[in-house]
């Protein structure tokens, strides 16, 4: 069984930066990639970051430039720098990745969510 578990969120000021951590722990043969999602009341959840084993990133025009996700394969751990946030950034962020193990082979998995508040 994989999970995956975010930390770092928390209330914070417009303009301030804060870093999301997710660890991911179980039977991983691999994680082939990773990312970050986010959810906003009302809205539908939607990819803030992603990236692959290869290295390569890609973002949203929302965050590119603000937001920067790295991975440390090594510990299982991926994190999500936020700089300049804005109140448009509130929202419950998530932790996703595609993990491979010899009992299911290549899935996604999602961690519970960590909520992120952007006060102005």
């Known amino acids: 069984q994989v999970q995956l578990v975010e930390s770092g969120g928390g209330l914070v000021q417009a303009g301030r930066s804060l870093t999301l951590s997710c660890v991911a722990s179980g039977s991983i043969g691999a994680i082939n990639g990773m990312g970050w999602y986010r959810q906003a009341p009302g809205k539908e959840r939607e990819l803030v970051a992603q990236?692959?084993?290869?290295?390569?990133?890609s973002y949203p025009d929302t965050v590119k430039g603000r937001f920067a996700i790295a991975g440390d394969l090594a510990k299982n751990t991926w994190y999500l720098q936020m700089n300049h946030l804005e109140p448009e950034d509130t929202a419950v962020y998530y932790c996703?990745?595609?993990?491979?193990?010899?009992?299911?082979?290549?899935?996604?998995?999602w961690g519970q969510g960590t909520q992120v508040t952007v006060s102005s």
């Open positions: 996703n990745a595609n993990i491979w193990t010899f009992t299911q082979g290549s899935k996604y998995y």
């Open positions: 990236t692959w084993r290869e290295g390569s990133t």
